[in-house]
């Protein structure tokens, strides 16, 4: 029916192994990307910007980044939240170390700083792997997390040992700030995440995603046919970090605008990103705004049926809040271990044979 | 003129949109999470202090109040959350009780014009009223508290600090670092050892901590905790047995929460107070009558007297007494939050007020103005008594050191306002 292969013909390698092989995805991503940027700015509000849309782009840039590690290269790891914090560190002390240079620059640069760290704290990873593995990436999280607490230079010698974001703008439109427009606060992350996820899904299609594969799948079977292990754990951790430094900069500059670094990543955080891929998909860049889109949205729908809806005491919907959101993750680990990815792409297997199933 | 009003309020209702008619009160509280113990005391007495003014008295100025509440678990970004959903609602005055989510709000209400209210905690430099425009932190803040804990100590060792050893237990966050400063100040002015220990969130975890104090024998233990963190603290501080009279926390650190866990090995340890402590106060008995026996006590209905309960009520009551001041000032019962403010920065709480609300001698009195948010900086000390299982106020009001901690305000805020580009006002 809609996924009709019919009359899609490929007549070169180039169109076969293009992103999207068949037309009507293609003509759907196009269509997903206009509303994104054509429609949504226009009728965003302030409320839309701070708890549904800002939070799930920039959820989905972590959840990028650690889909690389975890889902392609197969390296565990539960530093997420320290690896966000490097990034948000690093963009608060460039913003204020160098306040003329963009804001844009900046994260860029925050990526950059996060990736050096992710590769330090990726050394291990060529002795260790699986939960030990975990277990030295947890080490980075509780140990970033410390060092920012515990070292006044990160946070400028603020007696409360909170950073805050100055007010920065990009071509004129204030991105950071309280005085920032909720579609400009939309607009920056939707510009990240769309770069980032176009960078990911070719770097995962191309020779470094298959050196990734390969070392995910067997690592010993790909050192026999030539991957250096080194070079692709490392570029892993690289690229990983280097999206999860995006995503913690854009997290305390354009989204809280405040940070205090035990409250907002902590290890609570490396387990929601973990959550959000898990659920998503692990080895899939889909699987990532699935999973974002699910560990974000769920609670807020909830919260606003319980409460706003039905008129709900707070606590109590906020405990069903709990009951819910980890009776579907266990119920998706059993029902479905490859995530909302794995149902979405049964579902167009499925569409694209009806209604003729073998 | 109640009847008048209420029947103007209600022509206005039938006329306007339903949703503007009441006054708002958002309530972001939090009934779950490792925070939870603090905030649903805080939370009901809140919420019962606005049901009382709408049974007993039809509302402020003849116009129902109506408490949203949302809940934050503790957590910033689920602040932020709540706050963007309640602010198009014709919110009045935010009273988040996190330093987290008030750090998140202070520039967010200040570009929406909507005050903010941290009684007690946030930002304490938010109590210079030329940088800091829509926040208020009345009656008193945590650098108050530190000197009003360094002046008690003063006080019972007859005016000499010197030599001492004193040891500050804190939660590893912007509101347990809250204090360092000031009490850094202090040391180099009375002459104190200060050593600083930190307890990372939640706080379950404090042997080691316990085991420094141990070794390093403070003469006195001042403790920033919250939630979960003050009953570990206490239950370890008994383990040790330090002497509990020579222990004193801040007042988020003085419930019934915190102490009755350690049963008799609690006896003695003292705490700030913001406000009278205890239910012998008119106002329980009007809370009786027409918020618990109409059914309309807010939660459970179990925590009506504790100390956090009582807290909830006084931050209540000045939210009500400005939105009076408020009416008065603009001349409308139906007020928005730019008239709040306004409100707020013209406050006066007197012994008549306090009499009239029926909380004699509850808290201090004072006058906001536009370049003090901050109030005066009073402060009480209590006791707990494990055997009567109840806090008594032990000093009179104990006024803190103004001259050191004007200047740290004025430092800090103006760094604030150099950073953000803000102009001063109040010239």
Same mark, same amino acid.
């Given at each position: 029916?809609?996924?009709?292969?019919?009359?899609?013909?490929?007549?070169?390698?180039?169109?076969?192994?293009?992103?999207?092989?068949?037309?009507?995805?293609?003509?759907?991503?196009?269509?997903?990307?206009?509303?994104?940027?054509?429609?949504?700015?226009?009728?965003?509000?302030?409320?839309?910007?701070?708890?549904?849309?800002?939070?799930?782009?920039?959820?989905?840039?972590?959840?990028?980044?650690?889909?690389?590690?975890?889902?392609?290269?197969?390296?565990?790891?539960?530093?997420?939240?320290?690896?966000?914090?490097?990034?948000?560190?690093?963009?608060?002390?460039?913003?204020?170390?160098?306040?003329?240079?963009?804001?844009?620059?900046?994260?860029?640069?925050?990526?950059?700083?996060?990736?050096?760290?992710?590769?330090?704290?990726?050394?291990?990873?060529?002795?260790?792997?699986?939960?030990?593995?975990?277990?030295?990436?947890?080490?980075?999280?509780?140990?970033?997390?410390?060092?920012?607490?515990?070292?006044?230079?990160?946070?400028?010698?603020?007696?409360?040992?909170?950073?805050?974001?100055?007010?920065?703008?990009?071509?004129?439109?204030?991105?950071?700030?309280?005085?920032?427009?909720?579609?400009?606060?939309?607009?920056?992350?939707?510009?990240?995440?769309?770069?980032?996820?176009?960078?990911?899904?070719?770097?995962?299609?191309?020779?470094?995603?298959?050196?990734?594969?390969?070392?995910?799948?067997?690592?010993?079977?790909?050192?026999?046919?030539?991957?250096?292990?080194?070079?692709?754990?490392?570029?892993?951790?690289?690229?990983?970090?280097?999206?999860?430094?995006?995503?913690?900069?854009?997290?305390?500059?354009?989204?809280?605008?405040?940070?205090?670094?035990?409250?907002?990543?902590?290890?609570?955080?490396?387990?929601?990103?973990?959550?959000?891929?898990?659920?998503?998909?692990?080895?899939?860049?889909?699987?990532?705004?699935?999973?974002?889109?699910?560990?974000?949205?769920?609670?807020?729908?909830?919260?606003?049926?319980?409460?706003?809806?039905?008129?709900?005491?707070?606590?109590?919907?906020?405990?069903?809040?709990?009951?819910?959101?980890?009776?579907?993750?266990?119920?998706?680990?059993?029902?479905?271990?490859?995530?909302?990815?794995?149902?979405?792409?049964?579902?167009?297997?499925?569409?694209?044979?009806?209604?003729?199933?073998? | 003129?109640?009847?008048?009003?209420?029947?103007?309020?209600?022509?206005?209702?039938?006329?306007?949109?339903?949703?503007?008619?009441?006054?708002?009160?958002?309530?972001?509280?939090?009934?779950?999470?490792?925070?939870?113990?603090?905030?649903?005391?805080?939370?009901?007495?809140?919420?019962?202090?606005?049901?009382?003014?709408?049974?007993?008295?039809?509302?402020?100025?003849?116009?129902?109040?109506?408490?949203?509440?949302?809940?934050?678990?503790?957590?910033?970004?689920?602040?932020?959350?709540?706050?963007?959903?309640?602010?198009?609602?014709?919110?009045?005055?935010?009273?988040?009780?996190?330093?987290?989510?008030?750090?998140?709000?202070?520039?967010?209400?200040?570009?929406?014009?909507?005050?903010?209210?941290?009684?007690?905690?946030?930002?304490?430099?938010?109590?210079?009223?030329?940088?800091? +425009?829509?926040?208020?932190?009345?009656?008193?803040?945590?650098?108050?508290?530190?000197?009003?804990?360094?002046?008690?100590?003063?006080?019972?060792?007859?005016?000499?600090?010197?030599?001492?050893?004193?040891?500050?237990?804190?939660?590893?966050?912007?509101?347990?670092?809250?204090?360092?400063?000031?009490?850094?100040?202090? +040391?180099?002015?009375?002459?104190?050892?200060?050593?600083?220990?930190?307890?990372?969130?939640?706080?379950?975890?404090?042997?080691?901590?316990?085991?420094?104090?141990?070794?390093?024998?403070?003469?006195?233990?001042?403790?920033?905790?919250?939630?979960?963190?003050?009953?570990?603290?206490?239950?370890?501080?008994?383990?040790?047995?330090?002497?509990?009279?020579?222990?004193?926390?801040?007042?988020?650190?003085?419930?019934?929460?915190?102490?009755?866990?350690?049963?008799?090995?609690?006896?003695?340890?003292?705490?700030?107070?913001?406000?009278?402590?205890?239910?012998?106060?008119?106002?329980?008995?009007?809370?009786?009558?027409?918020?618990?026996?109409?059914?309309?006590?807010?939660?459970?209905?179990?925590?009506?007297?504790?100390?956090?309960? +009582?807290?909830?009520?006084?931050?209540?009551?000045?939210?009500?007494?400005?939105?009076?001041?408020?009416?008065?000032?603009?001349?409308?019962?139906?007020?928005?939050?730019?008239?709040?403010?306004?409100?707020?920065?013209?406050?006066?709480?007197?012994?008549?007020?306090?009499?009239?609300?029926?909380?004699?001698?509850?808290?201090?009195?004072?006058?906001?103005?536009?370049?003090?948010?901050?109030?005066?900086?009073?402060?009480?000390?209590?006791?707990?008594?494990?055997?009567?299982?109840?806090?008594?106020?032990?000093?009179?009001?104990?006024?803190?050191?103004?001259?050191?901690?004007?200047?740290?305000?004025?430092?800090?805020?103006?760094?604030?306002?150099?950073?953000?580009?803000?102009?001063?006002?109040?010239?």
């Amino acid at each position: 029916m809609l996924y009709r292969e019919a009359g899609d013909f490929h007549t070169s390698y180039k169109d076969d192994s293009q992103t999207f092989p068949i037309k009507f995805d293609r003509y759907r991503y196009y269509a997903v990307l206009a509303v994104a940027f054509g429609v949504i700015p226009f009728i965003i509000n302030d409320y839309w910007a701070s708890a549904v849309f800002v939070p799930f782009l920039i959820y989905a840039i972590a959840a990028i980044g650690l889909n690389i590690l975890t889902g392609y290269c197969g390296q565990v790891s539960l530093g997420t939240g320290g690896f966000m914090a490097v990034g948000a560190y690093a963009c608060y002390k460039l913003m204020t170390g160098f306040p003329d240079v963009s804001i844009v620059i900046h994260v860029i640069l925050s990526g950059g700083i996060t990736a050096a760290v992710g590769v330090l704290f990726g050394l291990p990873s060529l002795r260790i792997k699986g939960f030990y593995l975990a277990v030295a990436t947890l080490a980075a999280q509780f140990f970033l997390v410390w060092l920012f607490n515990k070292v006044p230079w990160f946070y400028n010698y603020s007696a409360s040992g909170q950073i805050n974001a100055p007010e920065r703008s990009v071509l004129g439109v204030v991105v950071t700030g309280p005085n920032t427009e909720a579609w400009a606060k939309y607009m920056i992350c939707l510009v990240f995440v769309v770069a980032c996820a176009w960078i990911a899904r070719n770097l995962t299609r191309g020779a470094t995603g298959r050196r990734w594969m390969a070392i995910r799948d067997m690592d010993i079977a790909a050192e026999i046919i030539g991957v250096n292990p080194l070079g692709a754990k490392l570029s892993a951790f690289a690229v990983s970090s280097f999206f999860i430094g995006i995503a913690g900069a854009l997290f305390f500059s354009v989204y809280l605008g405040a940070v205090e670094v035990g409250e907002a990543f902590g290890i609570n955080k490396s387990f929601l990103v973990l959550f959000m891929i898990i659920i998503g998909g692990l080895g899939s860049i889909f699987g990532s705004f699935a999973g974002a889109a699910f560990m974000v949205l769920l609670p807020v729908l909830l919260k606003n049926v319980l409460v706003g809806g039905l008129g709900w005491a707070t606590d109590l919907a906020a405990h069903l809040e709990f009951m819910i959101v980890g009776g579907l993750i266990v119920l998706f680990l059993i029902v479905e271990p490859h995530g909302l990815a794995q149902l979405w792409r049964l579902t167009k297997e499925k569409l694209r044979l009806w209604p003729f199933p073998h | 003129m109640k009847l008048k009003l209420a029947t103007m309020a209600l022509t206005g209702l039938m006329a306007a949109a339903p949703a503007m008619a009441d006054l708002v009160f958002p309530s972001l509280s939090y009934r779950t999470g490792p925070y939870a113990a603090g905030g649903i005391p805080f939370a009901d007495g809140y919420a019962d202090y606005f049901t009382l003014l709408n049974e007993r008295d039809g509302g402020i100025g003849g116009v129902m109040t109506n408490v949203i509440e949302c809940e934050t678990g503790y957590n910033t970004e689920k602040g932020v959350e709540c706050y963007e959903a309640t602010k198009g609602e014709g919110s009045l005055v935010y009273q988040p009780l996190s330093t987290g989510i008030t750090y998140q709000l202070i520039p967010k209400v200040t570009a929406d014009g909507i005050p903010l209210h941290t009684m007690g905690y946030g930002r304490t430099s938010a109590a210079n009223g030329k940088v800091f +425009s829509h926040v208020f932190n009345y009656p008193a803040n945590y650098w108050d508290g530190a000197s009003i804990a360094v002046n008690h100590l003063l006080d019972i060792n007859g005016g000499d600090l010197s030599g001492k050893k004193i040891a500050l237990v804190y939660h590893n966050s912007a509101y347990g670092k809250e204090p360092i400063r000031t009490l850094e100040e202090l +040391s180099a002015k009375h002459g104190y050892e200060l050593t600083t220990i930190a307890v990372d969130h939640p706080g379950q975890e404090q042997k080691s901590q316990w085991l420094q104090i141990r070794r390093e024998r403070p003469d006195y233990v001042l403790m920033w905790g919250w939630g979960v963190m003050n009953q570990v603290a206490i239950q370890e501080a008994a383990n040790i047995r330090f002497p509990m009279e020579n222990f004193i926390g801040v007042w988020w650190s003085g419930s019934e929460n915190d102490v009755l866990p350690a049963g008799d090995g609690a006896n003695g340890y003292k705490s700030l107070a913001l406000h009278g402590t205890g239910s012998d106060y008119p106002i329980y008995a009007d809370i009786q009558k027409y918020v618990v026996d109409a059914g309309k006590a807010a939660g459970a209905g179990d925590q009506i007297g504790s100390v956090l309960y +009582s807290r909830g009520l006084y931050a209540a009551m000045l939210a009500a007494e400005a939105a009076k001041k408020a009416q008065e000032i603009h001349g409308t019962g139906d007020i928005t939050p730019a008239m709040m403010r306004d409100g707020m920065e013209a406050l006066e709480i007197t012994a008549a007020t306090l009499e009239g609300n029926g909380m004699p001698g509850f808290g201090p009195e004072f006058a906001v103005s536009c370049d003090n948010h901050g109030g005066p900086g009073l402060g009480m000390v209590q006791q707990w008594d494990a055997t009567a299982k109840k806090w008594n106020i032990i000093t009179d009001m104990i006024q803190s050191d103004k001259d050191v901690i004007n200047a740290l305000v004025v430092e800090d805020s103006e760094a604030f306002a150099a950073e953000n580009n803000i102009e001063m006002r109040c010239n």
